[in-house]
């Protein structure tokens, strides 16, 4: 794990995400806790438990991304679920311990390309020889000479040495890549698995899984001999070698570790669990979704494929709109489990004026990026920022306001006739001033019914 201060932590997450301090404020101590509690003394680093976090706020104000960043900053496995997709035990749907489980499976794919990584030069180098066995294959048959006959010595260490030369200036051809376009056959393997498909019930999802590496296993290798260019032959030998050289029991062990100490777990639409008053009947994704999370949050053992996982240390950060339930419609111990509540602010003309140009991924550059394939230079002045951002706060006020995701909307729609004719117009520069902006989206703007189903 990268060692951020808070402040650094809330600097970087400032590079993509407007506003919200309080939010960063909050994640970036929960993230420094972590490194904290890996520097305390053995017998009390069991008992610090992470504090939760439950993020309120409208759509499109930053929740989701927030928790992208920060899980990228710390190089955590980190898993962004939807409460809603989990259904109460016994129905048939996703039981709330398969999100350990994905967690789980996307930290082991983590290490093993980190691992992969490291062993690259060295299968590379092996990759290297078998392409050398390919171009010059070794002499396997020698000639054999009855025991009474003198055997021409000097006739068998003068081919050793003429086969040693030619290795050597091969290796020497192809580091210099003048082999290149050379075509050699190959021999690829791929394991026959029949496809089994599996109709199961909750808590089964990786049944499947389970039954194809048992197949796998019983099923002998199928090779097929391919003619492919020597540079792509390289890259085949060195993916099958890398994963040759390194140790899955180790991946798994360090993956599992991983995911203990320093998994992040998002959960999106928290408020959608939250079951609303008056309701009759089963309501099978709502409070008995809930109750199956409790365990989870507060800290269990969960069975997955590649073993036992504890989730005491895994940090929850969960969020929701909140438009027609309160944070304190959930049920009591779940509200427990979370004890840090950040509220994040609507967001304004201001600051849509800042989410257009000031990220490192701004709208506005991402466009400029994508019509520049075409030879398209767009010119965006001051005022048709200032204009777009208005609009979208006038729209947002309108209709319902699902935050910053009104800005794709619009631009969107702005620049659709540019987009289309980018290809063919002579003309490869465009300037965009508030009178552009006006032309193509004012008329929207005034129809209150036409910006609703458009808008």
Not at 91 to 111: C, F, H, K, P, W
């Amino acid at each position: 794990m990268k060692n951020f201060t808070p402040q650094e932590i809330v600097t970087e997450l400032d590079k993509y995400i407007i506003g919200q301090h309080n939010a960063k404020k909050a994640v970036a101590i929960a993230l420094r806790n972590r490194w904290r509690r890996q520097n305390v003394s053995d017998d009390l680093k069991d008992e610090i438990a992470p504090k939760n976090i439950i993020m309120i706020g409208p759509t499109g104000v930053g929740k989701t991304e927030i928790s992208r960043r920060l899980a990228n900053l710390s190089q955590s496995p980190f898993l962004k679920i939807e409460a809603s997709k989990f259904t109460e035990v016994g129905y048939v749907g996703r039981d709330v311990e398969s999100m350990v489980r994905d967690l789980t499976d996307l930290a082991i794919n983590q290490v093993k390309a980190e691992e992969v990584e490291k062993v690259q030069v060295k299968a590379r180098e092996i990759a290297e020889e078998r392409v050398l066995d390919l171009l010059l294959p070794p002499q396997r048959e020698k000639t054999t000479y009855p025991e009474s006959a003198e055997k021409p010595l000097e006739l068998v260490k003068n081919e050793e040495e003429h086969e040693s030369t030619t290795r050597q200036k091969l290796r020497k051809l192809l580091k210099e890549h003048k082999l290149d376009e050379r075509v050699v056959e190959l021999e690829t393997s791929q394991r026959a698995v029949p496809i089994v498909e599996i109709f199961s019930a909750a808590g089964m999802e990786e049944m499947d899984i389970n039954v194809k590496d048992m197949f796998g296993n019983l099923f002998p290798k199928k090779t097929r001999k391919r003619k492919v260019k020597i540079t792509e032959a390289l890259e085949l030998i060195a993916q099958e070698e890398a994963q040759r050289l390194i140790d899955m029991d180790k991946v798994t062990k360090q993956a599992i570790e991983r995911v203990e100490q320093s998994g992040i777990i998002f959960l999106d639409e928290i408020d959608k669990v939250v079951g609303k008053d008056g309701s009759h009947g089963p309501d099978v994704s709502r409070e008995g979704v809930q109750r199956d999370l409790l365990p989870i949050v507060e800290g269990c053992t969960v069975t997955t494929k590649h073993g036992m996982v504890k989730t005491d240390h895994v940090l929850f950060v969960a969020s929701g709109a909140f438009y027609s339930v309160k944070p304190s419609d959930l049920i009591p111990e779940l509200q427990g489990r979370f004890p840090i509540r950040v509220e994040l602010e609507s967001l304004g003309k201001k600051e849509f004026m800042r989410i257009l140009t000031e990220p490192q991924n701004a709208l506005i550059k991402q466009y400029k990026a994508l019509l520049l394939t075409e030879g398209v230079e767009l010119i965006f002045q001051d005022d048709a920022i200032a204009e777009l951002a208005e609009i979208a706060t006038v729209v947002n006020e309108r209709t319902e306001n699902i935050g910053a995701r009104r800005l794709h909307t619009i631009i969107e729609k702005m620049l659709e006739e540019i987009s289309f004719d980018a290809p063919d117009v002579p003309e490869k520069q465009f300037t965009i001033d508030a009178a552009y902006v006006k032309d193509k989206l004012d008329s929207l703007v005034k129809d209150e019914d036409l910006s609703r189903y458009i808008l």
